[in-house]
């Protein structure tokens, strides 16, 4: 929609002294209501469903949330979970991952759709509320026992009311394995405190993380650094990877907290494997180096996140659709038990 | 999403003898009036505050159908209505249209979102009960007095359900111009009743439409002139498009019944203006001649559909995207009071 | 391959010395010999079938002719026949013409394959030579009772040994219809006389052709106007197009001569329409001016050919190989009988 | 550069207080007259040149104008000239315009190269200073006997300064047929006076030309509307492009005034014609109706300009690069005598 | 062609009775002799030719083999052999391989052409006979002495006739070395036994080799796992490259049989590298370890292939027909001595 | 311009007789002299206030030379300095170098605008003098006390007048790091001594070099590694880089001259990471080897070069610019002191 603010702007405007505040405010919450609603039916279906198949203790459900205006250069990847979807279930790779992870048991990965954004936005409703419903979405998936969430972004942005939802719902921080080009810790960007530059300051802050390893850093600068010093993440450089490598290659993560959360910004890879994405930074990690951190990563994941997939920037094919589907797929086999 | 099916059929072969049809049948249930409410909400917050401006007659109203999965060939317009949006309201062009319609109007153009036609998809429910929620989604935007459902597909499957809708909720059939390179009259293509070549087929058998004309015409077999014929369609082939140019370009259409509907297949216009399209189909309209049958129409438009165009096939830069945002501008013009 | 010449140069260069000239020369007839074989045999298998299905007095028969070596500019024309063929049998378009002919009647329409143009070029074989092996196979076709060619180029050097082979085997000359942006009559270019943009000149010296119609005409130079003058071509140029119409949309050719042949350089096009070619020249004749020209020639079609469509500048979704298609689908219903 | 602003403003910001600002000035001025110095030295010997080999009484000057600052959109004009000249040059078309003038003779067509406009605005030299070099240099060239400018944009904000210099130096207003999907007339756009959507406001308002006539206008507003009304300006809206057609491929313009004064933004073409521009507004002229308007236009054409080319958005291969050589081509046969 | 089986479908269909199943089958039987013959004469030239030379014991001779219709996905791999032509001979880089083998000597590499094999598919020819055609053309390659078959596909179904031939030519099995994202040696798919995801249980059922390494594999489920067991297969999978990576370079192979035969899927390679393959599957090769691993192994290599280039999904500018280019070139190093 | 040649063969093809020697080259001198001063006295400008803000001893300073003629395949590298200068202001990355050096303190990073390569071609000046300019226009840069020269290319013909420059104002040799695909040291190509692949066949044989370092060759033949041998060249081949890796990502240059020049050719990375080259060869480095070389080079670097990126290749949104910019900035933090 892209214009949510502008046609509210323009109804402001236009004849705000004719409308009473709480015509929308009401209009508002009973737009909420059942958008939170329409979440926690698919999910009860879901839950229900494959509590009735039994035999599992984690099935990894997709959420999409298609929220692109807090970035700060380009808004594709609010387009992205549909194209996601789509590169998941196409024709052109077989139904097993690399591990053996069969994804067409339905116990594996299940669906629940996607948080209705741009139709929340469009409704006149603020970003300190969209982040608060989007909070409340993660939390209604992991009402129903089994269900972990597994986020497709949009922007980076949407990783703090995810892992704010998980901690607060777990009772206690996580451990954040974070694969990015940037560490995304800044105070804010241009003014905005949910810029997709700094959800990890906000999840620092709020004291939702314990360890933050960033994995990938390629574009940094001096407060990136700084804010990094400041909540003792441990930030590893594309600089120094070759010796990191092997560490980094065998982590264990997680042990005296409430599991471990994944966010995969699709640009930790270096643009030759993964063109679609806003902000082109060479020098990035292969798609291989990323897949071997994951599977010899020693941890209890408990819910993940793919962000940044820019369809727009993609090339004519889907290749970064593909790159992203993998990613989520091979998440899935780290969630799924 | 596009494995639905394939999650269910997936559930269904494993082990559907654990689960109670009634636990899935509930489920659904809860899932489609959850759907049903939360476009009902954001129906009554925007005829609300239309209303509370005063001083219109009609708005158009923007409601988004993406459901690709009925087409024979290519499913890609399953991700237009975000494009089109994208486009309508993209900084390249002015907020007025051709003969002077102010769309920064917030009474003029308004937006209650999409069906959530994927989700409801992928929780199971079959194409008749989905063909149902899209007629129900119609009515309830047109409960909202002022409110005239501008509709985003989409594959032209959803016009059925669309002019049912429209047909049963005004109380008797509307006069519909139709401009496509298609017929979509076939009885069903390949066993399906619900195809995107033959909604035509089934409002004209519902009596939905008293007269249906047919303009761009030029891939149509002997089935689709025979079931013309049958109808009582007004067929006007590309073939003897400059000899009939001068009537089509001074309609006048919908006396004696509820109003007009207009339904553009935007591969009515040839290829070279609209190439995102599943269908390529060389010979068709120039993007003026549209205009020009357009603008010149007498009637009381009542409804529109934007049909069929598919992002997958779209230029780098959104040509296609901006032809069909500029069609649904146009269109609002017709339509806004 | 587009080596070819290299190799046998490299030969000749390294040891010609060594190498008997009748080796070459043999071997050279023996691969003339099995490449004709090769075509008889397809050519009198499709005809045996054709006439054993009886019922019909022409059947357009497909023969493709990968030849791109004699362009000035770009030699992709070589890569069309088999994109143009995806293009006709692809599944996004029905079996009927826009006049009701129907294609998928085995009769209608018939392929005998192409000319191994490349592995002729590739043994060392010159240019007098292949166009005498093209022409033979054009003769080879027509032996077959009601096999009409229809030729898949290529670029427009073909048209002359194939419109020579015509006007020997029916013993007299035609009329040509020939579409184009260019008149492609220069009496040689960089001194090839057999390049692409001389075949008509080497038509009308040979006396193959009676009347020669130019249409769609707009990069013309002066001898190109004076050439026209000296063989009493026909040459109508786009800049009286709009004066012209009335009189091309209505012809009437062929009167007592053999039968008529229609030349269709994909270039007549404006690029609009036809992006994928090697010469883009802005202002040519739309899709729909060419088939209504096409479809209201009064003419007995003998044969025809569509040539320099270029894949490798064709859009990503293949536009102008559907395009190309739909010209020959088109000018098939011109043939048949 | 795109930066120029930055880097000065980060000067400004981090030290300014060190600088004098004469020094700025100083380096600046020479700067501007080294820029004006190169630019007369090549219009001098190109001027030398034409006139020692007589016979011409005007000569088509190229002049490129690489700028793209002042378009409110995308900044993609600035690279335009380059490639406009590398598509007058190709090797795919031939050296003759359609009404037989011949390009290669040295006399019809010059060139004197480029404004260095990015790096002046590099060393902070402000639009004000930027309009009067660019009209200090068209002054330059007409300066030399028989040399006519011929634009190269950039964007379209360019014709201010450039229909200043020549009515200034012809003593006089001129008349401008000015094609464009656009009025270009608006007061200002985001307050700049400059804007690409001005230029024919500053036109009027000095009095620098006396008719000015508007042709496939199809994006114009409330205001658009009014300023023409106040200027009096001509203006022919697409709308009734069908009615207005006979009378617009035959205008005679210029008679009593200077000269006549050609701009054509690429936009006017409908964007099938035309993909490469910023602002893609659908149902627009075709190219043959460009021609059809220039080629019977009764004018004394004293210069022109081709704007808003923008190769960042054209196709793969450049179609629009050729179709705005061939604006390029046929205008140098309106100027050259 | 691709619509082959069609033609003779709808022939079957319209009219069997007419049509004795004696003349189908003899025209068949004309035409394999008269595409046999062509293959032939074209190889006795080479051959021929080469062996005057003197001084070699073994030249790489290209045969494309344009099949595309076994593949599961796309079957864009039956345009590959002229574009990987195309690349090889461009004038974009030096005619000597990486280890200093001159390719521009005409014993080093030749090219006896295509294996028609849609025209044969268009003739109603079935699989059973068309592979048998493949076996026979490569024997015929074969039995001009020093001639090597360097096979272009083509999808990855062609690698079963080929080895056999050669296997059977030779008198015994090979080693092969196979590089490819998937196993290929799933027992049918979808019920196809040529599929091109089942060459190698052909080849290995019909002891055709005695090992077979598979590199590269990141696309297995435990169908494949355990038919690589049955079969005795070396499978290297992605997962474990970088522990593998030291043996893989050092490669020894084929003691004791007849030879080794490399088969090189281009969708070993990360599609970073290669991105027009159908299967996009990440986490692959580099080219840099592709030709580590070539350049290293020690063998008397005496044939291979390169398959599954699919030109439809190239770049623009044909970087994946480089890549097969390259990979041929290198492979010619290898075979010819 | 690309005509530039041509124009100036016209002109004296038809009229030579007419126009006196001496008028052209007192012209041309005219024209060189106005295109050196404006050089100057940007330089000038820049250098006063890089050295009023103080605290520098060496700033990076941008020069571009958009020369492509010297190419023996692609002329694109013609367009590349503006595209480049687009890439490294974007505001899709931030303003730090990887090692912390920040670009936006005016005195790190400055510009000194285009060498007029093409205006001055168009002027009908010889290569000759053209490579006198490019050198005398890097003194100019280097008269300025602090500024240093960052090149970017335009084609690698460049480097050999660039280099000899920097020599011969330094007053004697530099040791140069060459990172390419291609050894560029081959006697003359086609006869051409200014070929873009016989720079460093130049720059040796005039001293300007004692070592020469190249890295990444993996398109080099026989005549390559001789002029190598008998340059004293040290060649690193791709073949042997997992060999040399650890001595190249230490390498110390420079003891004993005047410094060090490092000269990037876009094409020493595979295409995978730059695939906007002319010349695609597979196999290269990747991005992040570069960086480990030039991060840990242990050197005076005194002055680079960025060449043979190809905008006309590279993907729709630039990524091979935002690899050529950010070799760029890496490398500006190499020089700036």
């Not at 984690?58 to 996601?84: D, V």
């Not at 409703?125 to 497709?152: G, Q, R």
């Not at 930790?268 to 071997?292: K, W």
């Not at 962000?307 to 993609?314: H, I, K, S």
């Amino acid at each position: 929609m892209g214009h949510s603010a502008t046609w509210f702007q323009q109804l402001r405007k236009l004849s705000y002294a004719n409308i009473s505040g709480g015509l929308i405010e009401k209009g508002q919450s009973r737009v909420i209501d059942a958008s939170l609603t329409l979440i926690r039916e698919r999910a009860k279906l879901k839950g229900e469903l494959v509590r009735s198949l039994g035999g599992v203790k984690a099935s990894a459900t997709l959420l999409g949330i298609p929220l692109g205006h807090n970035s700060s250069f380009l808004q594709g990847p609010a387009f992205a979970p549909p194209r996601i979807r789509e590169a998941i279930w196409c024709g052109s790779t077989n139904s097993s991952t690399e591990e053996g992870k069969e994804l067409n048991d339905p116990r594996v990965l299940t669906d629940v759709g996607d948080v209705p954004v741009q139709e929340i936005r469009d409704c006149g409703i603020n970003d300190d509320k969209l982040m608060n419903i989007i909070s409340e979405s993660v939390k209604i998936v992991m009402e129903e026992e089994t269900l972990h969430p597994l986020i497709l972004g949009g922007d980076h942005s949407i990783s703090y009311p995810v892992v704010r939802a998980i901690s607060e719902k777990l009772g206690g921080p996580v451990d954040i394995l974070h694969l990015d080009a940037h560490p995304d810790i800044y105070d804010a960007f241009e003014g905005n405190k949910y810029s997709h530059a700094s959800p990890f300051a906000r999840i620092m802050e709020g004291g939702h993380a314990r360890r933050l390893l960033q994995v990938g850093l390629r574009s940094i600068n001096k407060e990136g650094r700084e804010q990094g010093k400041r909540f003792g993440v441990e930030q590893y450089e594309m600089r120094t990877f070759s010796r990191d490598r092997q560490m980094l290659e065998n982590l264990r993560l997680g042990q005296g907290v409430k599991g471990v959360y994944i966010s995969v910004d699709v640009d930790c890879l270096d643009p030759a494997f993964a063109p679609g994405v806003s902000h082109i930074e060479p020098g990035g990690l292969s798609f291989r180096d990323v897949l071997n951190i994951l599977h010899n990563l020693q941890a209890d994941v408990v819910a993940a996140d793919v962000v940044e997939f820019n369809p727009q920037r993609d090339t004519v094919d889907g290749m970064t659709a593909m790159v992203a589907a993998k990613l989520v797929r091979e998440l899935t086999a780290k969630i799924s038990k």
